[in-house]
Nanobody, 123 residues
Protein backbone atom coordinates (compact mmCIF):
# COMPACT_ATOMS: atom_id res chain seq x y z
CA UNK A 1 0.00 0.00 0.00
CA UNK A 2 1.31 3.41 -0.98
CA UNK A 3 0.89 6.18 1.58
CA UNK A 4 1.47 9.89 1.02
CA UNK A 5 1.98 12.42 3.80
CA UNK A 6 2.12 16.14 3.04
CA UNK A 7 3.73 18.76 5.26
CA UNK A 8 4.85 22.36 5.12
CA UNK A 9 1.58 24.22 4.92
CA UNK A 10 0.80 27.24 7.06
CA UNK A 11 -0.35 30.84 7.30
CA UNK A 12 1.76 33.39 5.42
CA UNK A 13 1.40 36.88 4.01
CA UNK A 14 1.08 37.77 0.37
CA UNK A 15 4.48 37.72 -1.29
CA UNK A 16 5.93 35.13 1.08
CA UNK A 17 7.17 31.67 0.20
CA UNK A 18 6.41 28.15 1.41
CA UNK A 19 7.77 24.74 0.53
CA UNK A 20 5.45 21.78 0.67
CA UNK A 21 6.81 18.27 1.01
CA UNK A 22 5.16 14.94 0.33
CA UNK A 23 6.76 11.79 1.69
CA UNK A 24 5.76 8.58 -0.06
CA UNK A 25 6.02 5.08 1.29
CA UNK A 26 6.85 2.16 -0.95
CA UNK A 27 9.80 1.01 -3.03
CA UNK A 28 8.61 2.08 -6.47
CA UNK A 29 8.51 5.84 -5.96
CA UNK A 30 10.54 6.58 -9.07
CA UNK A 31 7.91 4.79 -11.13
CA UNK A 32 5.18 7.26 -10.23
CA UNK A 33 4.34 10.56 -11.79
CA UNK A 34 3.70 12.86 -8.84
CA UNK A 35 1.17 15.65 -8.87
CA UNK A 36 0.05 18.49 -6.67
CA UNK A 37 -3.59 19.57 -6.62
CA UNK A 38 -5.42 22.15 -4.53
CA UNK A 39 -8.94 22.80 -3.37
CA UNK A 40 -10.22 26.12 -2.10
CA UNK A 41 -13.47 26.29 -0.12
CA UNK A 42 -16.45 25.84 -2.41
CA UNK A 43 -14.27 25.16 -5.44
CA UNK A 44 -13.09 22.18 -7.44
CA UNK A 45 -9.94 20.21 -6.77
CA UNK A 46 -7.64 21.76 -9.36
CA UNK A 47 -4.40 20.62 -10.93
CA UNK A 48 -1.37 22.62 -9.82
CA UNK A 49 1.74 20.81 -11.03
CA UNK A 50 3.16 17.42 -11.96
CA UNK A 51 6.56 15.82 -12.38
CA UNK A 52 7.44 12.57 -14.13
CA UNK A 53 9.17 9.69 -12.39
CA UNK A 54 12.66 10.64 -13.48
CA UNK A 55 12.04 14.30 -12.78
CA UNK A 56 12.81 15.10 -16.37
CA UNK A 57 9.47 16.65 -17.23
CA UNK A 58 7.33 19.08 -15.27
CA UNK A 59 4.06 20.84 -15.89
CA UNK A 60 2.27 23.73 -14.22
CA UNK A 61 -1.14 25.29 -14.21
CA UNK A 62 -1.09 28.73 -15.79
CA UNK A 63 -2.08 30.30 -12.48
CA UNK A 64 1.16 29.19 -10.80
CA UNK A 65 3.62 29.10 -13.68
CA UNK A 66 6.70 31.15 -12.90
CA UNK A 67 5.95 31.20 -9.15
CA UNK A 68 5.83 27.52 -8.16
CA UNK A 69 8.49 24.86 -8.75
CA UNK A 70 7.96 21.13 -8.40
CA UNK A 71 10.88 18.79 -7.74
CA UNK A 72 11.53 15.33 -6.39
CA UNK A 73 14.23 13.39 -4.61
CA UNK A 74 13.85 9.74 -5.54
CA UNK A 75 16.45 8.72 -2.97
CA UNK A 76 14.23 10.19 -0.25
CA UNK A 77 10.87 9.20 -1.76
CA UNK A 78 9.79 12.81 -1.51
CA UNK A 79 8.26 15.38 -3.84
CA UNK A 80 8.35 19.10 -3.16
CA UNK A 81 6.42 22.16 -4.21
CA UNK A 82 8.29 25.42 -3.76
CA UNK A 83 5.77 28.25 -3.75
CA UNK A 84 7.05 31.80 -4.15
CA UNK A 85 5.26 35.14 -4.46
CA UNK A 86 2.19 33.68 -2.84
CA UNK A 87 -1.15 35.38 -3.42
CA UNK A 88 -4.39 35.24 -1.41
CA UNK A 89 -5.94 33.27 -4.28
CA UNK A 90 -3.41 30.50 -3.59
CA UNK A 91 -5.24 29.78 -0.34
CA UNK A 92 -6.39 26.15 -0.43
CA UNK A 93 -5.80 22.67 0.86
CA UNK A 94 -2.94 21.22 -1.15
CA UNK A 95 -2.87 17.52 -1.95
CA UNK A 96 -0.11 15.42 -3.41
CA UNK A 97 -0.96 12.39 -5.49
CA UNK A 98 0.81 9.53 -7.22
CA UNK A 99 0.04 8.17 -10.66
CA UNK A 100 1.33 4.78 -11.82
CA UNK A 101 0.02 5.51 -15.32
CA UNK A 102 2.41 8.24 -16.35
CA UNK A 103 2.00 11.96 -16.75
CA UNK A 104 -1.50 13.41 -16.51
CA UNK A 105 -3.45 16.43 -15.25
CA UNK A 106 -6.54 14.31 -14.69
CA UNK A 107 -7.56 13.32 -11.17
CA UNK A 108 -8.57 9.89 -12.39
CA UNK A 109 -4.98 9.05 -13.33
CA UNK A 110 -3.81 9.41 -9.74
CA UNK A 111 -4.37 6.29 -7.67
CA UNK A 112 -2.95 7.46 -4.37
CA UNK A 113 -3.62 10.67 -2.47
CA UNK A 114 -2.37 12.35 0.69
CA UNK A 115 -4.57 13.86 3.35
CA UNK A 116 -3.79 17.44 2.36
CA UNK A 117 -2.08 20.41 3.98
CA UNK A 118 -3.65 23.83 4.45
CA UNK A 119 -2.04 26.88 2.90
CA UNK A 120 -3.50 30.25 3.85
CA UNK A 121 -2.21 33.47 2.33
CA UNK A 122 -3.34 36.71 3.91
CA UNK A 123 -3.44 40.00 2.03
Amino acid sequence: QVQLVESGGGLVQAGDSLRLSCAVSGRTFSGYTMGWFRQAPGKDNDFVSAITGSGGNTDYANSVKGRFTISRDNAKNTVYLQMNSLKPEDTAVYFCAASPYGYSRRHSAYSYWGQGTQVTVSS
